[in-house]
């Protein structure tokens, strides 16, 4: 499996920093943000390293969407959103900021605030752990 020792999502699919964990299989793993524009913000990657849409291959992303299904799937019978926002962000100038290639799953609510350049806030990780419990009881 390709794997940048830099990478924060590297480091994550290694078990060598912590996520609250949502799925895994044997391409993909999906975990909460920790920094939600809404509750219920999670992210899915590839295990393997690629940076973006351009060189992530045709494979590897057919994982990562159909893990991201399941997981919005789960998201929205735990929390009920209004809608969903399924998100790649590709390259510096649409705020890719990890250069994993990854996809957001985003909770929305009908006026909701949300922008599409959002800041990056720290949530409460008690509350975000919680939800992950919810979220995954019932994959
Ligand atoms: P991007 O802007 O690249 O599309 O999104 C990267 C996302 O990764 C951001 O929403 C950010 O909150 C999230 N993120 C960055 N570092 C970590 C981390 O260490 N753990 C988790 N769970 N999320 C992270
Ligand atoms: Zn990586």
């Not at 920093?17 to 909460?32: G, Q, R, S, V």
């Not at 939600?36 to 999670?42: R, Y």
């Not at 992210?43 to 990562?64: M, Q, Y």
Request: charged share 20%.
């Amino acid at each position: 499996m390709i794997n940048d020792p830099d990478c924060i999502f590297c480091k994550i699919v290694a078990g060598d920093i912590p996520c609250f964990k949502l799925y895994e299989d044997d391409a993909t793993i999906a975990f909460m943000d920790i920094n939600p524009v809404n509750p219920g913000h999670a992210l899915i990657v590839h295990k393997a390293h690629h940076k973006d849409l351009f060189e992530i291959p045709a494979d590897n992303i057919a994982s990562v969407t159909l893990s991201a299904q399941k997981v919005a799937k789960a998201v929205q019978t735990t929390l009920k959103p209004a809608g969903m926002n399924l998100l790649q962000c590709n390259g510096s100038a649409a705020k890719q900021s990890v250069m994993h290639f990854h996809m957001h799953v985003i909770p929305r609510h009908i006026e909701d605030g949300l922008t599409m350049n959002w800041e990056l806030v720290q949530g409460d990780l008690d509350k975000i752990g919680a939800l992950a419990e919810r979220i995954r009881g019932i994959m």
